[in-house]
C-alpha cells in the first residue's frame, strides 16, 4: 500500500519516472530509516532517563524475633523484637547523572549520522539501479534500430539475388547479420528485466514506469580539490566522530566514577506497647580500596577507547579520500573518453558507412563490406553508450556520498520536535 501510494503522489500527471523522483520513492519506502527514527528516539529516552537519581528502596522486616521460650514468634512481648520500616536513597553525584545522559545523548547523534549515511546509500543504490536500468533500454533501442536498417539490408539482398544483380553470398551474410543482431538485442532485453527487477527492489511498483531522460552527469556536488575538507562532513565520517563523543562522555563518567556516591537511610522501629519506638539515621558509601586496580583501570581503559575511536575516524576519513579521488580521477577520464567519441569515432564509423554503402550502390563494393561498416559503427555507438553508463554509475557514487533530498534535514527537524 505504501509503495503504491508514492507510485499515485509522484505519477499523478502520468509523467515518466525521473531520477529524483525514484529517490524520492525509495526514501518513503524505506523501513531502515524508520527503524533508525525509532532508535534515535529510545536513545533521548534512555537519556532522561539516565539523568535521574535511583529509585528509593523500601525496606520492611523484623528484627529480633524469639524462636524458642514462652514468646517465641511473638512480635510484641519481648522487649528486643522491633517491626521496622523504612526507606533509603542513594544519592548518585550529579556529574555522574550528567555523563551518564550524555552518552546516550550522544548515541541518538550518532545514529542520527547513521540515518544520513543510510538515505545517502538509498539514494546512491536507486541511482545506480535507476541508471543501469535507463541504459539498458538505450541499449536495446540501440539494437531495434540497427535491426530495422539489417531487415532493409536482408530485403534489397533479397531484391538484387532474384534480380540476378547479387550472388547468395551476400543474402547470407546479410541474414547471418541480422540474427547476429537479434541475439544481442535479446541479451539486452534480459538485461533491461534484470535492471528492472533491482529498481524495483528500492521503489517497488513504479519500476515499471516508464523512465525520464538521463540526468546531467557533467557535474557533481563534490570539488575535486577540496574532497577531504567535504568528505569531513560525510555522514559515515561524522557517525564516527559521534562514536569519538560517546567515547569521551563514557570516559568522563568513568572519571566521575572515581568518586563514591553515599546514600541515606532512615528506619523506622515499633516495639511491643511497653516499649519505647526508635527511629534509626544511617548513611552508606562504597569503599574504594583498590582504586588503582578498579577505577582507575575502568578510566584508563576508557581513555584507550577514546584514542581507538579517534584513530578509526582518522584512517575511515584517508580510506574515503583516496577512494573518493580515485572515483573523482576515473569519472574526468571516462568524460574525456566519451568526448572523443563523440567528436571522433562516432562522426567517423558513420561516415564509413555513409562512403561503403555508396560505393555498394555504385557496383564498387560488396554487401560485406557494408555490413563489416555497420558492425564497426554499431560497436562505436555501443562503446559509447557504455561510457554513458559508466559515467553515470561513478556520477552517483560521487553525488551521492552526502544525502541529497533532504533526509538529513528531515532529521535534524525530528531531532528538535523530539
Known amino acids: 500500500m505504501l509503495g503504491l501510494a508514492c507510485v499515485n503522489s509522484v505519477f499523478a500527471a502520468g509523467d515518466a519516472l525521473t531520477l529524483e523522483q525514484a529517490q524520492r520513492i525509495a526514501l518513503e519506502r524505506s523501513r531502515k530509516l524508520a527503524a533508525q527514527d525509532h532508535a534515535a528516539s529510545a536513545s533521548r529516552d534512555m537519556a532522561a532517563a539516565a539523568g535521574q537519581l535511583p529509585d528509593p528502596v523500601l525496606k520492611v522486616g523484623i528484627d529480633n524475633l524469639p524462636v524458642e521460650g514462652p514468646d517465641r514468634y511473638s512480635i ?3 522487649s528486643m523484637t522491633m517491626r521496622r520500616i523504612g526507606v533509603m536513597q542513594e544519592f548518585t553525584r550529579a556529574d555522574k547523572r550528567h555523563w551518564r545522559a550524555e552518552r546516550f545523548v550522544r548515541e541518538a547523534e550518532k545514529i542520527q549520522a547513521e540515518t544520513a549515511a543510510m538515505a545517502a546509500a538509498i539514494e546512491r543504490d536507486t541511482a545506480l539501479a535507476w541508471l543501469d536500468s535507463y541504459y539498458a533500454e538505450a541499449t536495446v533501442r540501440l539494437f531495434d ?3 530495422a536498417q539489417a531487415r532493409q539490408e536482408v530485403e534489397a539482398a533479397q531484391g538484387a539475388y532474384r534480380g540476378g544483380r547479387g550472388v547468395q ?7 547471418s547479420g541480422l540474427a547476429a543482431l537479434e541475439e544481442r538485442a535479446a541479451q539486452a532485453r534480459n538485461r533491461v528485466r534484470n535492471a528492472k527487477t533491482m529498481l524495483a527492489r528500492w521503489i517497488g511498483e513504479a519500476a515499471g514506469t516508464a523512465l525520464s531522460g538521463a540526468p546531467d552527469t557533467s557535474s557533481v556536488r563534490l570539488s575535486g580539490a577540496e574532497i577531504e575538507g567535504e568528505l569531513a562532513h560525510h555522514p559515515q565520517i561524522t557517525a564516527l566522530g559521534r562514536q569519538e563523543a560517546i567515547a569521551e562522555a563514557e570516559a568522563r563518567l568513568a572519571e566521575a566514577n572515581r568518586q563514591s556516591d553515599w546514600a541515606v537511610e532512615v528506619m523506622f522501629s515499633q516495639r511491643g506497647p511497653s516499649y519505647d519506638n526508635m527511629i534509626s539515621v544511617g548513611v552508606s558509601m562504597p569503599l574504594q580500596w583498590d582504586r588503582k586496580n578498579r577505577q582507575d583501570r575502568e578510566l584508563s581503559a576508557k581513555l584507550e577507547q577514546l584514542e581507538q575511536a ?9 580510506a574515503h579520500v583516496a577512494e573518493i579521488q580515485a572515483m573523482f580521477n576515473e569519472w574526468e ?3 574525456e573518453r566519451r568526448a572523443r567519441y563523440e567528436r571522433e569515432l562516432i562522426p567517423f564509423s558513420r561516415e564509413r558507412s555513409a562512403v561503403v554503402l555508396a560505393a555498394y550502390r555504385g557496383g564498387k563494393a560488396g ?6 561498416a555497420r558492425r ?6 555501443m562503446l559509447a553508450l557504455q561510457l554513458d553508463a559508466d559515467i553515470g ?10 544525502p541529497a533530498s533532504g533526509a538529513a534535514s528531515r532529521t535534524m527537524m525530528d531531532k528538535d520536535s523530539k
Open 393 to 402: 554509475r561513478l556520477w552517483a557514487q560521487i553525488n551521492f556520498l552526502i
Open 169 to 175: 553470398a551476400d543474402l547470407v551474410n546479410a541474414r
Open 367 to 372: 554487401l560485406a563490406d557494408v555490413l563489416a
Open 333 to 335: 577520464s571516462t568524460r
Open 76 to 78: 510484641a512481648r519481648d
Open 145 to 147: 534500430e540497427q535491426i
Open 376 to 381: 564497426n559503427e554499431i560497436d562505436v555507438r
Open 310 to 318: 579517534r584513530a578509526e575516524r582518522d584512517d575511515a576519513l584517508r
